[in-house]
């Protein structure tokens, strides 16, 4: 035990650090001022009001009063709602990633974090990113609900098994960081922490040039979507995947659904599920046949084509 | 609140001896159903509960003295905090006052003889015992590993330990709680005395009310959603585990739909009691009596809008978030209203510095500071980083033990004289209220440091820069400890060797004060009357000693 162990906030090292930390000291300023106001007044009463011994008690009756109930409903009503805004505003910038966003792929098994990086690195709990650049992080479980928590950046989010979900942060400060799972999910839930190494962005690129060359996750997704005969439909008869990834796709329903990760998840595990307006079932579903790794690796490839012009691109705005 | 009893002949032929003098044998007990002997029976069975759900908090709280493992296996740690929520939850805090208090007072204080139902009553105590003995039983076979939040699908499909076993205990155990809601709901609907309208209710009975529609409302889907989990662990129909087809989410919307408002459950019935400590230890009426009770069913509505708060990173909706931040600031509000309007009831009194009181004051500055970091937890941008971690762990103390227990504590010494005709030592009981409240904020307050600084909660390890605000917990812990042996030492002390209380020790209004202690079997000799509205604190007014 060192003077470091007596810290009373985390390290700021991501973008949104400092303004969490801004709204939680004006919060416990507020709590201060409240408890000391509160609790003096039960001090001071509790004193000045004391019944001396042998004193028979006359308490002055009490009127309610109005004017001051009032006073004490709308007040309070009034700074919540403020609280509510302040909080609501630094969570909406917290669930929402910049388009621009470098994706790595988070997969949480017992006791252990997968990740994978698109240049195709992979790593077992540890977390190397860049300085500076803004990182969405998708997650997902292999079995039980895991979450990836980083206190440096103030955030963490539910892995949840069977579906995506996201979690963004820009890395502001070159260091070494705690990241854990923070949802309980067993035997060996404490030991599934590690560490997030924030680097320069050029000793960043020299980390991921290091060691055996990686094939790039789009890559293998490519080689996979040929080794798995994808391409006999995907491209000839069946819906193009280029410029699918983010763009709107009408289902055979008539609704219209944003093509996110999640998306292509599911139609990759369950077609049937929603089907592309003008094609039928033919697909097979591949769930339980592809692993989480082989479908993040589709999933990359599938983005890869984004950028692909869409023939019949129907420009609805989400 | 004042009987006159002159005018009205007995409604029974009065009856001799106490309650307790009704028998002295083991089957009297067990048979009874008498609402007092059944409040005795929970308190005892309570009282066990809460110590062997603290003595597992007291064997974790040790083995977090150091970062490492050292005293216990990673499996029997998980044990022993699942072990402590679930007894703390629901053997101890949620029957504590409305089981033990309630049903020893609720009739007393609105002048009947008995609950509506006294067979359903006793009813309820077996189906809590029962209950109990299945929770006992997946412990001594090896006990239960999920934590007492029972998320799936690890609960569901994962689990190696005796899941179905607590489970089905807990599933029972809820009838329990649904019984005595009913049986209150119904008793203060139809067994008032006369001329005791609404208005006139002590507060204790209101906050009763509002938690027995949470306990009729809410507890149902307690047991459906268990239910659940029962039929995808034996077998295997996909409701919560995506691979077999259903949604993991829905497990945890569905259990804050019901754990939520349990919250409520236990936090309502201390403020009830705390309500009438300040009012009694002040000799005031409570300051705002309407909004303190309205204020009440207020929580008790919005309590049911409010389960998603704790689903704010699970990858519910940001909308979702949003909605559920916005109303669990909305539900602050009447708690705020209460805490005011106590504070307020203090000025210009003639305040004692009983046991009772003292637990009551303590109750209004913890409760006070749990309540208000929850206002940090209800701030979307702050939970992303605090969920699950320490932060949490030390505010729901605060309000679980620092508002609920507290108010237990102060109930139990209140009515104490009441339920034993025996009168505490005061010196010992304030005491021990000043140690437990010394041990309990050096137990808790750390834990929201460490939370704020990113220790997750259900780790038995952990990074050594946490390790000096752990010890600091541990160490008060410790101390907690001593401060709740010392008030079970001296009330049994008492019961043989107090000094007689007299029916009404503390000259306070309630119709429970206007009868003997401890009461007749019958509780009152004639029914009371009332004519006065509650809390009628008035220079020279005589009070029933008899």
Known sequence: ?318 | MSATTAERVADYPPHPGTFVEEGYSLKSWLLTTDHKRIAILYLLAITFFFFLGGAAAVIFRLELMTPQADLVSNETYNKLFTIHGVIMVWFFLIPSIPAVLGNFLVPLMIGARDLAFPKLNLASWYIYMFSAALTIASIVLGGVDTGWTFYTPYSSMFSNSHVMLAVIGIFINGFSSILTGLNFIVTIHRMRAPGLTWSRLPLFIWSMYATSIVFVLATPVLAITLTMVGIERVFHIGIFDPSIGGDPLLFQHLFWFYSHPAVYIMILPAMGVVSELISCFSRRRPFGYSFIALSSVAIAVLGFLVWGHHLFVSGQSMYGGLVFSLLSYLVAIPSAIKVFNWTATLHRGSIAWDTPMLYALGFIGLFTIGGLTGLLLAALGIDVHVHDTYFVIAHFHYIMVGGAVMAYLGGIHYWWPKMSGKLYPEWWGRFSALIIFVGFNLTFFPQFILGYLGMPRRYHEYPPEFQIYHVMSTAGASILAVGYVLPLCYLLWSLKYGKPAGSNPWQATGLEWQTHSPPKTHNFDVTPVVTDEAYTYVEGKEQFVG
């Open chain 1, 1 to 318: 035990m060192n003077p470091e162990s007596f810290r009373f906030v985390p390290e700021q090292a991501s973008s949104i650090a400092g303004e969490v930390d801004l709204l939680y000291f004006c919060l416990l300023g507020f709590s201060a001022v409240l408890i000391l106001g509160i609790g003096g007044c039960i001090l001071y009463f509790a004193v000045r009001y004391r019944r001396k011994p042998g004193e028979v008690p006359t308490p002055k009756p009490v009127h309610g009063a109005l004017r001051l109930e009032l006073i004490w409903t709308i007040t309070p009503l009034v700074i919540a709602l403020g609280l509510f805004g302040w909080g609501a505003r630094i969570f909406i910038q917290e669930q929402t990633p910049p388009p621009d966003a470098m994706d790595v792929y988070v997969v949480g098994k017992q006791w252990m974090w997968k990740i994978q990086h698109p240049e195709g690195k992979r790593e077992i709990n540890e977390l190397h990113l860049p300085l500076g650049k803004p990182v969405r992080l998708i997650l997902t479980s292999m079995d039980v609900i895991h979450d990836f928590y980083v206190p440096a950046f103030r955030t963490k989010k539910d892995a949840l098994p069977g579906t995506y979900t996201q979690e963004w942060f820009t890395p502001t400060k070159v260091g070494k960081y705690h990241f854990f799972c923070s949802q309980y999910c067993g035997t060996e839930h404490s030991k599934m922490i590690g560490w997030v190494y924030v680097m320069e962005p050029v000793r960043y690129a020299e980390w991921l040039a290091s060691g055996t060359p990686d094939v790039p996750a789009a890559e293998a997704g490519a080689a996979l979507f040929h080794t798995f005969a994808c391409d006999t439909c995907h491209g000839q008869h069946g819906p193009t995947l280029a410029g699918l990834y983010r763009s709107n796709v009408k289902l055979s329903d008539g609704t219209v659904v944003f093509a996110d990760d999640n998306y292509l998840r599911n139609s990759i595990l369950q077609p049937s599920a929603q089907i592309a307006a003008g094609y039928t079932t033919v697909m097979p579903a591949y769930k339980g046949i592809l692993s989480e790794e082989q479908v993040i690796q589709l999933i990359a490839y599938i983005k890869s084509l984004a950028s692909a012009k869409r023939p019949e691109s129907t420009e609805v705005k989400p």
